[in-house]
């Protein structure tokens, strides 16, 4: 390795850590598909039930990570979900198992499949930088007989460019918009780029040859949600440097996805901790 590029692998680093996520625990998976299913009308309970009940342990026991799995609180028939991997070839063996070997996925396919419409909806990411995916314990997961409470609001933010995001764009994010997101309320927990390679398990598509930048941010609640989506609307320099500043970048927002964990997220436990922290400071 140069002498350059040393120097430049260490500032990386440097600047990864001082914007990481708010976590201490140690990055889970650095490759992360974010997954959003369309069921048909009123069956979005049924598949959560079976999910929690069945699908994280043993997608888990086959490679695979999940981080949490939500409602979308705007869209009554949506279920997104979080899977992440060591690494693409891990990906592929994970997925392959799960589908293929699995007799809990064997004995449960039917009734979950018959409450989905759409699974296309898959973006294949990788985090920002090296500090700045999802870092959280996985023995905080809620157990499966967990109550049903209210586990607080997880916002993703989807900005799509034309062009593979700039690493300059991932420093502005990091060092002009994140303090903004903070001191409204935001508990930032990750920011990821697209992963381009090539889908090794075609079974289940991803949407290829497009380029996106996605940021994760965990709230109290929806009382806190809203005013964070308020201090920003109102904020002087969100309005007059922000915005314009995406808008050069060529940063267009896709969408927004409002999320509710279910109760085994493992985001969850994280924004119950939050939740926790804002009863304590009231």
């Known amino acids: 390795m140069s002498k350059e590029?040393?120097?430049?692998?260490?500032?990386?680093r440097d600047t990864s850590a001082r914007h990481a996520p708010e976590q201490a625990e140690e990055t889970?998976?650095?490759?992360?598909?974010?997954?959003?299913?369309l069921h048909h009308p009123g069956r979005?309970?049924?598949?959560?039930?079976?999910?929690?009940?069945?699908?994280?342990?043993e997608q888990e026991h086959y490679g695979a990570f999940i981080p949490g799995q939500f409602r979308d609180r705007?869209?009554?028939?949506?279920?997104?979900?979080?899977?992440?991997?060591?690494d693409m070839q891990t990906r592929r063996t994970a997925l392959h198992d799960f589908y293929q070997v699995s007799p809990l996925w064997q004995a449960h396919r039917t009734a979950a499949n018959d409450t989905i419409s759409d699974v296309s909806n898959v973006l294949l990411l990788r985090p920002a930088r090296i500090a700045t995916g999802f870092c959280f314990d996985?023995?905080?997961?809620?157990?499966?007989?967990a109550e049903d409470l209210a586990g607080g609001v997880i916002i993703a933010t989807i900005y799509t460019f034309d062009a593979p995001v700039d690493p300059r764009?991932?420093?502005?994010?990091?060092?002009?918009?994140?303090?903004?997101?903070r001191s409204a309320g935001a508990t930032l927990l990750g920011h990821f780029v697209t992963e381009p390679v090539e889908n090794a398990?075609?079974?289940?598509?991803?949407?290829?040859?497009?380029?996106?930048?996605?940021?994760?941010?965990?709230?109290?609640?929806?009382?806190?949600?809203?005013?964070?989506?308020a201090a920003l609307t109102h904020h002087r320099e969100w309005i007059t440097f922000i915005v314009p500043a995406l808008h050069m970048w060529g940063a267009k927002l896709e969408e927004t996805l409002e999320l509710l964990p279910t109760r085994r997220s493992l985001l969850r436990h994280h924004a119950q901790?939050?939740?926790?922290?804002?009863?304590?400071?009231?």
Not at 5 to 12: D, G, H, V
Not at 28 to 37: G, V
Not at 138 to 145: L, S, V
């Open 169 to 181: 764009f991932v420093d502005f994010f990091e060092n002009s918009m994140i303090p903004l997101l």
């Open 44 to 57: 979005r309970d049924a598949f959560i039930a079976l999910f929690d009940s069945y699908f994280i342990e």
């Open 28 to 37: 889970c998976c650095p490759i992360i598909e974010l997954r959003q299913y």
């Open 74 to 86: 705007t869209n009554p028939d949506r279920f997104v979900w979080l899977l992440g991997f060591a």
């Open 5 to 12: 590029t040393s120097a430049e692998t260490s500032r990386e």
């Open 201 to 229: 398990y075609p079974a289940l598509p991803v949407r290829e040859g497009e380029n996106v930048f996605v940021w994760f941010a965990s709230f109290a609640d929806e009382a806190a949600s809203r005013s964070y989506h």
């Open 273 to 282: 901790e939050q939740a926790t922290r804002k009863d304590v400071r009231a």
């Open 138 to 145: 996985p023995t905080n997961r809620p157990m499966r007989d």
